[in-house]
């Protein structure tokens, strides 16, 4: 599919998709459970961001920042709900609990930070939501925490029209 991130391991094989990168790096640490029903939250929200959090937030920073909106009005109301309604339940499941899957920091975190700390440059509204901003400031202070935001505008290919309607 041309996606990025690429993982290539050491031994030549290559693995696609975030959040199975993720999951692959997490295996043996703390940062994905051994185990039972905390592995399965893990992987519950990681399937959240990825049906959530990536089809909404994510899809819609991107064409703000790029100056894709326009290109893709119709589908905007629908991306807007659905992001919405994705910070309000992370919102409220982190009213629960320190870390989206439980007590300890897990990659189900990291994955969910990345697009959630940054919908506000998609015009989502984060004033509100309490529970999620005092979680971003615990993302923040995670040893080895690195919060540079890599713009778009890097990508030479950032600003250029779709080759296909999403």
Same mark, same amino acid.
């Given at each position: 599919?041309?996606?990025?991130?690429?993982?290539?391991? !050491?031994?030549?094989?290559?693995?696609?998709? =975030? #959040?199975?990168?993720?999951?692959?790096?997490?295996?043996?640490?703390?940062?994905?459970?051994? !185990?039972?029903?905390?592995?399965?939250? +893990?992987? &519950?929200?990681?399937?959240?961001?990825?049906?959530?959090?990536?089809? =909404?937030?994510? &899809?819609?920073?991107?064409?703000?920042?790029?100056?894709?909106?326009?290109?893709?009005?119709?589908?905007?109301?629908?991306?807007?709900?659905?992001? #919405?309604?994705?910070?309000?339940?992370?919102?409220?499941?982190?009213?629960?609990?320190?870390?989206?899957?439980? !007590?300890?920091?897990?990659?189900?975190?990291?994955?969910?930070?990345?697009? @959630?700390?940054?919908?506000?440059?998609?015009?989502?509204?984060? @004033?509100? &939501?309490? #529970?999620?901003?005092?979680?971003?400031? &615990? +993302?923040?202070?995670?040893?080895?925490?690195?919060?540079?935001?890599?713009?778009?505008?890097?990508?030479?290919? =950032?600003?250029?029209?779709?080759?296909?309607? +999403?």
């Amino acid at each position: 599919m041309g996606t990025v991130p690429l993982l290539e391991t !050491d031994s030549g094989e290559y693995l696609a998709e =975030s #959040n199975a990168i993720l999951a692959f790096l997490a295996e043996g640490t703390p940062y994905m459970p051994a !185990d039972g029903m905390p592995r399965a939250q +893990v992987t &519950r929200w990681l399937m959240f961001e990825q049906r959530y959090i990536q089809t =909404s937030i994510s &899809r819609l920073r991107y064409w703000t920042l790029t100056g894709k909106l326009g290109e893709f009005a119709r589908e905007v109301a629908t991306a807007r709900a659905l992001g #919405n309604r994705a910070l309000d339940v992370l919102d409220g499941e982190l009213g629960k609990r320190p870390f989206i899957a439980g !007590d300890s920091y897990t990659i189900a975190d990291i994955s969910i930070f990345a697009y @959630s700390h940054v919908a506000a440059d998609a015009e989502f509204d984060l @004033s509100a &939501r309490a #529970n999620l901003t005092a979680w971003f400031d &615990r +993302v923040r202070a995670e040893p080895g925490f690195k919060g540079e935001v890599v713009p778009y505008s890097t990508d030479p290919y =950032s600003a250029q029209k779709l080759p296909f309607a +999403v």
